[in-house]
């Protein structure tokens, strides 16, 4: 009964803490990319930008589409989405990333601390709310996307 419950704790734990955002979540924007410029400051001028950190090797397909991303910020004005890499892509990764046709916006090889792929929601310079795999990614993205009333307009 004892070890039954010695695992259920471990197993709490290690759920709770993969599914916990990392402390340093909000020192992602002071981090430098590798030509100089702190992230915060390369970000678009936009009310709401969405941050892709993905490392090359990460399925850019999975969770939620670079695609989907691209449509939630064609929907309204003041949105922008920008992809960081964590490492130079391989020559077989850039040509995947040439596919999506989505150009990084910055390399930061100091971010590979960070759990990738993530999104973080950016609202005035500073993270708002983030997701984390392709199941975090995707539920950030059903909360960054209004739903449809049963009359058929947004609330």
């Not at 100089?36 to 939620?64: H, I, N, Q, W």
């Amino acid at each position: 009964m004892r070890s039954w419950n010695l695992a259920k704790t471990a197993i709490l734990c290690t759920v709770s803490l993969a599914c916990s955002r990392p402390p340093q979540t909000q020192s992602l924007l002071s981090l430098v990319s590798s030509d100089g410029r702190a992230l915060a400051k390369v970000l678009p001028k936009a009310e709401t930008v969405l941050l892709l950190v993905y490392d090359p090797a990460d399925c850019f397909s999975c969770g939620t589409p670079i695609g989907a991303w691209r449509t939630w910020e064609s929907e309204a004005v003041g949105r922008a989405v920008s992809l960081v890499l964590t490492r130079p892509p391989s020559p077989m990764e850039r040509q995947k990333l040439l596919a999506s046709r989505f150009e990084p916006l910055a390399l930061l090889e100091n971010a590979r601390a960070y759990r990738t792929p993530a999104a973080f929601q950016v609202i005035a310079g500073h993270i708002r709310d983030s997701g984390f795999g392709a199941i975090g990614i995707a539920s950030l993205k059903r909360r960054m996307t209004p739903s449809i009333a049963s009359n058929g307009k947004a609330p």
